[in-house]
Antibody, heavy 126, light 107 residues
Framework: QMHLQESGPGMVKPSETLSLTCSVS??????????WGWIRQPPGKGLEWIGS???????HYNPPLRSRVTISVDTSKSHFSLKVISVTAADTAVYFC??????????????????WGTGTTVIVSS | SYELTQPLSVSVALGQTATISCEGD??????VQWYQQKPGQAPVLVIH???NRPSGIPERFSGSNSGNTATLTISRAQVGDEADYYC??????????FGPGTAVAVL
């Protein structure tokens, strides 16, 4: 059964780096229509897209986070990763990984998340 | 940057029809998705590309998109439909935008 699972430390100190990995099971990562993305949700708030990466390494990042975020992929190990540097309390959230399906023409693109992990909570605190 | 607006909450009587709006500038030119999120769970895709239901999503869920408003309609609402609903589009500049979410209550 297709499955994505986030893993990583549940707590990070302010100013340090948040690192998470998403393991992908029973899903091929080598498909040009798929990106692999990260989305987060602060406590009691809505969804915020962080960024996505293709199997070839092409990335898209949310502009407000671009300077602090790196997403990488290793299809041979069936996983992709997220790093957020210089974290603050505002980075406290549930972090979801997701398969991101893309297609369409340039002026009529579609991109959506059709398969999600269960989410992992990250708290930024000293 | 592109912005989406949703009502904070929508109430619907059991068995009746709920409509959730998602407003954005000329949103009809974009492909709109809708996600359902229940407390403590990951979001679930319920509509993609304006009107398409993924496998396993009941026919009671439908979508439309015209002008500056996309709409998710839940027919014959059930208690199990209580959740937060988020619309989502892809901006041509190359990034994903979520709406702020709408909490649906079934009375």
């Amino acid at each position: 059964q297709m499955h994505l699972q986030e893993s990583g430390p549940g707590m990070v100190k302010p100013s340090e780096t948040l690192s998470l990995t998403c393991s992908v099971s029973d899903v091929t990562m080598n498909n040009s229509r798929y990106f692999w993305g990260w989305i987060r949700q602060p406590p009691g708030k809505g969804l915020e897209w962080i960024g996505s990466i293709s199997q070839s390494g092409k990335t898209h990042y949310n502009p407000p986070l671009r300077s602090r975020v790196t997403i990488s992929v290793d299809t041979s190990k069936s996983h992709f990763s997220l790093k957020v540097i210089s974290v603050t309390a505002a980075d406290t959230a549930v972090y979801f990984c997701a398969r991101h399906l893309s297609g369409g023409s340039f002026f009529n693109q579609y991109h959506y998340m059709d398969l999600w992990g269960t989410g992992t909570t990250v708290i930024v605190s000293s | 940057s592109y912005e989406l607006t949703q009502p904070l909450s929508v109430s619907v009587a059991l068995g009746q029809t709920a409509t959730i709006s998602c407003e954005g500038d000329n949103i009809e030119t974009k492909n709109v998705q809708w996600y359902q999120q229940k407390p403590g769970q990951a979001p679930v895709l319920v509509i993609h590309r304006d009107t398409n239901r993924p496998s396993g999503i009941p026919e009671r869920f439908s979508g439309s998109n015209s002008g500056n408003t996309a709409t998710l309609t839940i027919s014959r609402a059930q208690v199990g439909d209580e959740a937060d609903y988020y619309c989502q589009v892809w901006d041509i500049s190359g990034f994903c935008v979520f709406g702020p979410g709408t909490a649906v209550a079934v009375l």
